[in-house]
């Protein structure tokens, strides 16, 4: 993709610049973290086992850590890489809990962490062939982001998405005599997908089907938006989470990421959870049947849209 600039009717080509270290990049993105990507900086080149993080995180609204890694150049394996980290976090649970509690003014227990949803986060200015290939799973744990340094102080981020339907445990040789370190993580992590959430249940009812790919269109519509699933639910997203929804056989359960008292509804369709705990983000929440006004619906998620903007 060429990039140019805008003056009038005229454009301007944008050049891109190299980064001169990886500590430039790890530098912008740690304090950049909740603005790219929703997530809570809790330290630098954490040490453990003989290995360091070059970022480490945590993800707040799927109670998970989640690793950085910067790269600059490209003689290394992700897989290798991320399969190591995950499995030294799984294997090394406690020290993670007490590196947050020592840095950060919150306690977690280890029961509150959902450590399926563990992953890692490469970023480099370019990811070769074979590095892409080599995460072309459905259900790998890992997320390659490319970044690029462009004049006038603008940066890029894309991030490689896998295409494929093959499951990466169909690639682990049946030896059980030896210790494998993907089939060890992908027994306890979990990639979740939106086709998973919606149809985990066989007896899924087709209208729910149909009424979601109507809603989701026209969410999508709204703008930016990013499908983030987790392990319950799916989350809409453009600088925060604005929808969530849950599937279930008799609807579809939506919450909106609105606090109390702030959402326009004059039909009062939303309904408040006065407090008590949920899945998803916000206070407010309603189940969609049939019979649904997704028109009135939508006036009410695109208020919420438009508070995370």
Same mark, same amino acid.
């Given at each position: 993709?060429?990039?140019?600039?805008?003056?009038?009717?005229?454009?301007?080509?944008?050049?891109?610049?190299?980064?001169?270290?990886?500590?430039?990049?790890?530098?912008?993105?740690?304090?950049?973290?909740?603005?790219?990507?929703?997530?809570?900086?809790?330290?630098?080149?954490?040490?453990?086992?003989?290995?360091?993080?070059?970022?480490?995180?945590?993800?707040?609204?799927?109670?998970?850590?989640?690793?950085?890694?910067?790269?600059?150049?490209?003689?290394?394996?992700?897989?290798?890489?991320?399969?190591?980290?995950?499995?030294?976090?799984?294997?090394?649970?406690?020290?993670?809990?007490?590196?947050?509690?020592?840095?950060?003014?919150?306690?977690?227990?280890?029961?509150?962490?959902?450590?399926?949803?563990?992953?890692?986060?490469?970023?480099?200015?370019?990811?070769?062939?074979?590095?892409?290939?080599?995460?072309?799973?459905?259900?790998?744990?890992?997320?390659?982001?490319?970044?690029?340094?462009?004049?006038?102080?603008?940066?890029?981020?894309?991030?490689?998405?896998?295409?494929?339907?093959?499951?990466?445990?169909?690639?682990?040789?049946?030896?059980?005599?030896?210790?494998?370190?993907?089939?060890?993580?992908?027994?306890?992590?979990?990639?979740?997908?939106?086709?998973?959430?919606?149809?985990?249940?066989?007896?899924?009812?087709?209208?729910?089907?149909?009424?979601?790919?109507? %809603?989701?269109?026209?969410?999508?519509?709204?703008?930016?938006?990013?499908?983030?699933?987790?392990?319950?639910?799916?989350?809409?997203?453009?600088?925060?989470?604005?929808?969530?929804?849950?599937?279930?056989?008799?609807?579809?359960?939506?919450? %909106?990421?609105?606090?109390?008292?702030?959402?326009?509804?004059?039909?009062?369709?939303?309904?408040?959870?006065?407090?008590?705990?949920?899945?998803?983000?916000?206070?407010?929440?309603?189940?969609?049947?049939?019979?649904?006004?997704?028109?009135?619906?939508?006036?009410?998620?695109?208020?919420?849209?438009?508070?995370?903007?």
């Amino acid at each position: 993709m060429k990039l140019y600039s805008k003056s009038g009717n005229k454009l301007q080509s944008v050049t891109k610049e190299s980064f001169k270290l990886e500590k430039d990049i790890q530098n912008l993105i740690e304090n950049n973290l909740d603005e790219i990507f929703g997530l809570e900086f809790v330290k630098s080149e954490f040490g453990i086992q003989g290995f360091r993080f070059d970022t480490l995180c945590f993800d707040n609204e799927s109670n998970s850590f989640v690793i950085i890694e910067y790269k600059k150049g490209s003689s290394y394996s992700v897989i290798d890489q991320g399969y190591t980290y995950l499995s030294v976090l799984l294997n090394n649970k406690s020290d993670f809990i007490l590196e947050f509690n020592e840095l950060k003014d919150k306690y977690l227990k280890r029961d509150e962490i959902d450590w399926s949803q563990s992953r890692v986060i490469f970023i480099s200015p370019k990811f070769t062939d074979y590095q892409k290939n080599s995460v072309n799973f459905k259900n790998v744990p890992f997320e390659l982001w490319e970044i690029t340094n462009f004049d006038n102080n603008h940066i890029g981020l894309t991030q490689i998405s896998s295409n494929s339907e093959v499951d990466i445990s169909s690639t682990i040789p049946l030896d059980e005599s030896k210790p494998n370190v993907v089939k060890q993580v992908s027994d306890e992590v979990k990639v979740y997908s939106e086709d998973y959430l919606i149809n985990k249940s066989v007896n899924r009812p087709d209208w729910i089907i149909e009424k979601y790919n109507d %809603l989701r269109q026209r969410i999508m519509d709204l703008g930016d938006v990013v499908i983030k699933p987790n392990g319950k639910y799916l989350s809409f997203r453009n600088k925060r989470p604005f929808v969530d929804i849950v599937f279930y056989n008799s609807g579809i359960y939506t919450i %909106l990421n609105m606090k109390e008292g702030t959402l326009n509804d004059p039909n009062n369709l939303m309904k408040s959870f006065n407090g008590k705990g949920h899945w998803g983000n916000g206070d407010y929440h309603v189940t969609i049947d049939q019979n649904t006004d997704l028109n009135y619906l939508m006036f009410l998620i695109k208020q919420s849209f438009d508070d995370k903007l």
